[in-house]
């Protein structure tokens, strides 16, 4: 295939070098973005007159054609071409003859390119955008489902205090918000146009880029050529935003293996996402939610990636820079796909809530309350919280819990200490106590629930 940089140069390249700098393999993905921003381009070229307003018809007409028959299979992408753009061009020519060379009038690859990436992730962080949405609405409809289970809550893995378990999972759903917003604020940055940059100085010719601009939707033409040819922020900027989303993804992830397992056996996962062992037959593995956790620290490699590329390169395009698209596209294709998974996984598992409870009336995670309430009579909290570690000593050396102690025991810690202290350090009340805005009571959790399912209404609804 001829190279559509021939010309001063013979175009001979060897067989290894010419694969070797070859990107169709991959760029191919964008064939629906190359042939609309060639859309845009080849309009407003008529409408400038630049060209032909009657030859900028026929080139659309001929785009059109490309998309729909690619769309449709019945023309695939040969991988004998250098790259999408190339491929689109010369299938463009062979489609509508001398008119197709027009196409090219005025944009340089460098600014082509450009331009296919941008279109291209913004595309995948609006479907990453409401996958995010649909997996916080789910967790809020588990957390509504098991609004009452009380599970320990833990720091260190330490059983700390008694949390519902609604609270603890809603966490997730909060964490998700903001990366949620990480990818709106990521599009605001994303979303200027750099066609007409050319190669990078400008253009000679008269074009209207606030035309093509925002015929593709951007909210403006890029301010400076040589950056608009140049900049890759926009691409690390979406695969940090993937690299931190996939990293919440990875914590609960983490959470759902130890709840999983024998150990806690606070959830239960359905089949679907659970394997068994080639040699073992009580397994039940906890694959995905591994897998989720592992495909993460790929994630992360894969903005490292670009960000190393990018840190030495001088002004303006450089070769370099196509190293940029697997990456990328990896990113967030990981992203994607860990979203569908967690979302339908979390939403088939079964919480197993008296094992939870069980779990919680263990490990002394009343001694707060219990401090807490020689506090509020009086008694400064430092010494109440010694007074209660000697109480949890002392149980400890005689295999009770705190609500075992008989009151005559109690009393000899301090003579504060009535009969109310059992339900002041009763499960329940230890989390209805908690009146603090964001905590774990019921009514706070039922806020929290009610926030999320409004938020996640409003973003879909466009009101965001």
Same mark, same amino acid.
């Given at each position: 295939? &001829?190279? *559509? ?5 013979? %175009? @001979?390249?060897?067989?290894? #070098?010419? =694969?070797? !700098? ?68 010369? &299938?463009? *020519? ?5 008119? %197709? @060379?027009?196409?090219?009038? #005025?944009? =340089?690859? !460098? ?85 007409? =940059? ?267």
């Amino acid at each position: 295939m &001829e190279k *559509i940089w021939q010309g001063h140069l013979s %175009g @001979k390249v060897s067989r290894a #070098a010419e =694969s070797f !700098n070859a990107s169709i393999f991959f760029d191919k993905k964008m064939y629906r973005e190359d042939i609309t921003g060639s859309i845009a381009h080849a309009r407003m070229l008529g409408k400038c007159s630049i060209i032909p307003q009657e030859k900028a018809e026929n080139i659309i007409e001929g785009l059109k054609s490309i998309l729909k028959d690619t769309e449709e299979g019945k023309l695939a992408i040969s991988e004998e071409a250098e790259d999408i753009h190339s491929f689109v061009e010369a &299938e463009l *020519i062979k489609r509508i003859g001398e008119d %197709g @060379k027009m196409l090219h009038t #005025a944009r =340089s690859r !460098n600014d082509q390119v450009a331009l296919d990436t941008r279109l291209y992730t913004r595309k995948k962080l609006d479907g990453i955008h409401t996958l995010t949405l649909s997996l916080m609405k789910t967790i809020a409809h588990k957390a509504e489902e098991y609004e009452d289970a009380v599970m320990p809550g833990y720091t260190h893995l330490q059983r700390a205090q008694p949390v519902l378990f609604s609270h603890h999972l809603l966490s997730y759903a909060f964490m998700l918000e903001r990366d949620a917003g990480r990818i709106e604020d990521t599009k605001k940055r994303l979303n200027i146009c750099p066609l007409g =940059s050319a190669a990078l100085s400008g253009t000679t010719y008269p074009i209207d880029r606030k035309a093509t601009a925002e015929e593709l939707g951007f909210s403006g033409p890029s301010k400076n050529s040589i950056d608009g040819v140049s900049d890759r922020d926009f691409a690390l900027e979406a695969m940090s935003a993937m690299s931190i989303l996939a990293m919440h993804l990875s914590r609960l992830s983490e959470e759902i293996v130890l709840w999983s397992s024998w150990e806690y056996r606070f959830i239960r996962l359905s089949d679907g996402f659970t394997t068994g062992s080639s040699i073992m037959p009580q397994k039940r593995n906890p694959d995905i939610a591994e897998l989720i956790r592992g495909k993460t620290g790929r994630v992360y490699g894969d903005m490292v990636s670009l960000l190393v590329t990018m840190k030495g390169l001088p002004l303006a395009y450089d070769k370099d820079m196509q190293e940029d698209k697997e990456p990328l596209f990896d990113s967030l294709d990981t992203v994607e796909a860990s979203l569908i998974v967690m979302e339908e996984m979390v939403r088939e598992m079964t919480v197993l809530g008296k094992n939870m409870e069980k779990a919680a009336e263990k490990g002394f995670i009343n001694a707060t309350d219990c401090a807490d309430y020689l506090t509020k009579k009086g008694v400064p909290f430092r010494t109440a919280y010694r007074l209660t570690g000697e109480l949890v000593s002392w149980c400890e050396e005689n295999d009770k819990v705190l609500s075992e102690v008989p009151l005559e025991k109690y009393k000899e810690y301090s003579p504060l200490f009535e009969d109310d202290i059992y339900s002041e350090i009763s499960l329940s009340t230890c989390i209805e106590k908690r009146i603090s805005e964001g905590s774990t009571s019921k009514e706070s959790v039922e806020k929290q629930i009610s926030y999320i399912m409004n938020l996640v209404e409003e973003k879909n609804n466009g009101q965001h």
